[in-house]
């Protein structure tokens, strides 16, 4: 037996969609014969199972005419292509961004925006292209922690470009309006400027945006959740019970609307003194693992009390980029670090996904005009969404 014999043998065996066989197109690489085994490597171009079963099964049935009792048939295909979440069903009405991450909090003031922007900034600079949307419409508050409190962006037609600092693209309500100005706005008009700063801001390609929500679950963060994918949900939560109880309705809010929950930062988690370095514990510390681990997620970070977080805060000089070898400089780093991680574990399973809780309602026609709801069970509405449709209906 030859394994010219073998090749011939082969070539009864056409390749799955086409009249080429299999050793025509150069398929077969390798022939071993060892007595009454052969064995045989091919190597073909489909990562489709159904083609490697078939050329398995023909082959083995050739070879097996040829007298051998064991045939050993070694297909090398390619890896089945991973998709991005960008190419996943559903709506993504700003698809030049590759992942969206939906930073919430039960209650206001928990530091929610400090830990958006110290994050944002984190992972620019560990190389990655990031954005920082401010969606949170009653409390534009990004502005001032970026160092961008009076700049005004450029209008193109009806587009805005977004600003810049510390590496990272920003857009915010507070920086569209003028200083102080305050918003009394309907659940409808919050779904629409949502909708607005992801399709009228002129994001880069950007490989992730981060965007700091309202406190509450309520239209801002249904909209958010229907017009893009998001891959990643954040809370941030304080260490007391008061702050936890708030932090499971948006750990739930994340369940229901189908975002994969990349975890929990505990801020004012213990304080550091700053002319003792040492720690204390005032709100109480690590109550919120427990909080995360009962929705499965991880306590991503622990942030202490620290003057000089509020300081970055308050004079657009973010800790993480100006006192990075600090303690919390490195632990924000890590909950960066651990958020890409997260992200790409996500598109490696197939990317976020967000067909499940789109409007049910045909086009053209109000969801809240028909009293039908989404297809998830209703978040709480906003807490301070003054006479919005009240429904997270979807309406427009
Ligand atoms: N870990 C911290 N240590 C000290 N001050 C903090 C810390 N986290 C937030 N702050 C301050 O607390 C205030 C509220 O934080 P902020 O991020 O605006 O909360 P939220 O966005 O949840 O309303 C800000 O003045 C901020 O600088
Ligand atoms: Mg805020």
């Known amino acids: 037996m030859t394994n010219e014999m073998i090749l011939d043998a ?15 197109f150069g398929f077969v690489k390798d022939v071993q014969i060892d007595g009454d085994k052969v064995s045989i490597v091919v190597d073909i171009t489909s990562s489709a199972p159904e083609v490697k079963a078939q050329i398995t099964d023909e082959s083995t049935v050739e070879l097996k005419k040829l007298g051998f009792l064991a045939v050993d048939v070694e297909i090398k295909a390619p890896q089945a292509p991973k998709q991005m979440s960008n190419s996943v069903s559903g709506k993504n009405i700003a698809p030049h961004v590759k992942n969206f991450v939906m930073v919430s909090s039960g209650k206001g003031g928990v530091g929610k925006s400090t830990t958006s922007v110290n994050i944002a900034i984190a992972m620019a600079m560990q190389g990655k292209k990031v954005g920082i949307l401010d969606a949170d419409i009653y409390g534009p508050n990004i ?8 700049v005004k962006p450029e209008i193109q037609g009806n587009k805005v470009q977004p600003l810049q600092a510390y590496g990272v693209e920003m857009m915010s309500m507070g920086s569209l309006m003028e ?17 607005q700063f992801l399709r009228d801001i002129l994001w880069s390609e950007l490989d992730v945006l981060v965007i700091d929500m309202p406190p509450g679950t309520g239209d801002a963060q249904l909209s958010l959740a229907q017009s893009v994918p998001v891959t990643a949900g954040i809370v941030v939560t304080t260490p007391q019970q008061v702050s936890l109880d708030d932090s499971k309705r948006s750990l739930d809010m994340f369940e229901k609307l189908h975002i994969p929950i990349a975890g929990v930062v505990e801020n004012m988690s213990g304080f550091i003194c700053p002319s003792c370095e040492t720690e204390s514990d005032i709100f109480g510390m690590g109550t919120s693992k427990e909080v995360a681990a009962s929705f499965n997620a991880e306590l ?10 509020r300081i970055g805060g308050d004079t657009g000089k973010p800790i993480v980029f100006h006192n990075p070898d600090s303690e919390t400089a490195k632990r924000y780093q890590t909950a960066a670090t651990d958020l890409l991680a997260f992200i790409d574990k996500v598109n490696a399973e197939g990317g976020a996904d ?13 969801a809240c005009s028909t009293g039908a709801g989404t297809a998830v069970a209703e978040p709480a509405p906003a ?11 979807g309406c427009h």
């Open 383 to 393: 807490q301070a969404s003054g006479g919005s449709c009240g429904t997270g209906c």
């Open 143 to 150: 502005p001032r922690m970026m160092g961008l409190n009076n």
């Open 179 to 195: 200083d102080g100005q305050s918003l009394i706005w309907r659940g409808s008009m919050i779904m629409k400027a949502i909708e």
């Open 354 to 366: 967000n067909s499940a809780v789109q409007p049910t309602t045909p086009p053209g026609v109000s």
């Open 300 to 309: 991503i970070a622990q942030i202490p009390i620290e003057p000089a977080i």
């Open 10 to 24: 082969l070539k009864n065996v056409t390749y799955p969609g086409f009249t080429k066989d299999i050793v025509t």
